[in-house]
Structure formats: C-alpha cells, structure tokens
Nanobody, 113 residues
Framework: QVQLVESGGGLVQPGGSLRLSCAAS????????MGWYRQAPGKQRELVAH??????NYADSVKGRFTISRDSAKNTVYLQMNGLKPEDTAVYYC????????WGQGTQVTVSS
C-alpha cells in the first residue's frame, strides 16, 4: 500500500527550529515532486513549499525561513523550518502527484512560549 508518513513535529518556542520528514513507501517510484502543506485550526489547507527535481518554491509567509529538500536514496522529503513563529502552528502534510497523491496523517507543529 502506497503511503506517506509525516514526522518530526512538536512543540517549539518562537524562533526555534524543527525538521519535518515525509517518508514514502509502497511504491518503486522515486519522489520527484512533492509539496508540504499546512492547515491551522479554522483555516484552509495551504501549500507552503514545493519541490520538483532541483526546483523549489515557497509561500511568501515562509520564504527565507523554510527549506524543502529531497533524499532520493531514502525516498524522503524534508522541511527544515527555522525562525518559527506562532502563526506557523498547524498540522503539516506532504502530498505529491500519483502514486503519492493521498493525504497522510500529518504532523502537528506548535509554536508557543
């Protein structure tokens, strides 16, 4: 069964850092394109970072603070988050094109003092 498993979330103080992981399994297809999304309480899910090959782009709200990267050998995509702010609090998900086009369970990120 193809699935994406997000991990690495937690509680962090403002200004802190976290690295999220998105591990793909159940398919021989290597991750080439993947997006990190987040959904805060009462808000719509939004795309915060996207990678396709060596091309990356970011939402304005995280530009300069977040970095998306891909480890082909591990078939895993990462989201390095630095300078975290309370408004970054959300459940973070990864999703890409088929066969990785199903939402996982997400990982909770809470930024609070």
């Amino acid at each position: 069964q193809v699935q994406l498993v997000e991990s690495g979330g937690g509680l962090v103080q403002p200004g802190g850092s976290l690295r999220l992981s998105c591990a793909a399994s159940g398919s021989i297809v290597s991750i080439y394109t993947m997006g990190w999304y987040r959904q805060a309480p009462g808000k719509q899910r939004e795309l915060v970072a996207h990678i396709s090959g060596t091309y990356t782009n970011y939402a304005d709200s995280v530009k300069g603070r977040f970095t998306i990267s891909r480890d082909s050998a591990k078939n895993t995509v990462y989201l390095q988050m630095n300078g975290l702010k309370p408004e970054d609090t959300a459940v973070y998900y990864c999703k890409g094109p088929a066969p990785y086009d199903r939402w996982g369970q997400g990982t909770q990120v809470t930024v609070s003092s």
